[in-house]
């Protein structure tokens, strides 16, 4: 008769053993944590992006801090670590033999933050020898690590910001090679490296230029007093409207000068070889005096402001007077655009002002500060 052997208790020390396998080999197992994933996106800004004519990632500048920011994918508990991996080797995917990142170091107001919240200071990150670690995702290449122990959990979803880790940028390369990359791990098994691209010159120089531009106008070439009378101070009609636009930098300004009697300023009778003089002045009725008065004017649509200059922005009975050589009359010190200045022009006589026809002409010239 044969022999039956009851197989429990086989069964049962097999599920045993399988157990206490499976509990002697769980300290090794987060070594290989399933959850672990790329840190994406992740970027890098230099310092000397930008900067000067020499454009961004200049090529072999000292001192140039980066700034590099990712998501974290997975939480994190305080005091893990994260590593960040310059490369110092030659360019990934060439055989050059161009030194990358060298100098690597943490600068005074190095700090990482998660979410906004510090979690390490330069006191918490250690520098390794340059070139000295290797990075299994870069077989045949030579990084230098910087070591970050963190002082607070980080959480997943958190934006990381690792700012303050200086170095100075690889030396001139031919830009078909000119990539360098930044590994970033941490504690977890999150992962993420970037390429960092290095020329010499990434400026592109925009040039246009603005044809310089000056317009005047004056609303008329002429005025009349009429009959001068004796008994008050006379205006002309009509006014003068001076409008000027231009697009010179510091403005323009607007000159006035006169013919008088070809020496001096003032209305003149040929006939009679008198002259009604002009000076500044308040004029008063019965007392020889000639001169013009400015106020600004209002136009639609004028852009900018312009300004009437002493002596010539008396009010009432008060005047400028004119001169043989140009005097200014108004400015304006920014580019402006149909502002308008209208000119006045006043005249008194006395008992022995000579009777006949006196005249003068006044011109005006606009000049910018292109």
Known sequence: MKTKYNKFPALFLGVLLSLSLIIALSPFLEFFRLDATSLSPITDTLSSS???????????????????TYTATTAMPSGDTINVY?????????????????????????????????????????????????????????????????????????????????????????????????????????????????????????????????????????????????????????????????????????????????????????LASATIPSSTATLAAGTQGYGIQGSVGSISGSVGTIAVSSPYNGTSDAVGGLTRTPSTLATTTTPVYNVEVIVNYLASISVTTPAGLYTDNVTYLASGNF
Do not use: C, W
């Open 50 to 68: 930008g900067i000067g004519t020499s454009g961004p990632e200049t090529i072999n500048t000292t001192g140039v801090s980066h700034k590099i």
């Open 86 to 270: 310059m490369q110092y080797g030659s360019t990934i995917g060439s055989g050059q033999t161009n030194t990358g990142f060298s100098s690597v170091a943490v600068s005074s107001g190095f700090t990482v933050t998660a979410a906004g919240t510090t979690i390490a200071t330069s006191s918490n990150a250690v520098v390794g020898t340059a070139g000295a670690a290797s990075d299994s995702n870069f077989s045949g290449y030579t990084f230098t690590e910087v070591t970050i122990t963190t002082t607070g959990a980080i959480a997943a979803g958190n934006a990381i910001v690792i700012n303050g880790i200086t170095a100075t940028n690889p030396p001139d390369v031919s830009t078909s090679t000119n990539q360098y990359v930044i590994d970033v791990q941490d504690t977890v098994g999150d992962d993420g490296y970037m390429a960092i691209p290095m020329v010499t010159n990434s400026t592109v120089t925009v040039t246009g230029r603005v044809t310089p531009s000056i317009t005047f106008s004056l609303s008329s070439n002429s005025t009349s007093f009429g009959i001068l009378q004796l008994g008050l101070v006379n205006t002309s009609t009509a006014a003068t409207d001076l409008t000027l636009s231009t697009n010179a930098k510091d403005g323009a300004q607007i000159t006035v000068y006169d013919q008088g009697d070809g020496t001096n300023p003032g209305l003149y009778n040929s």
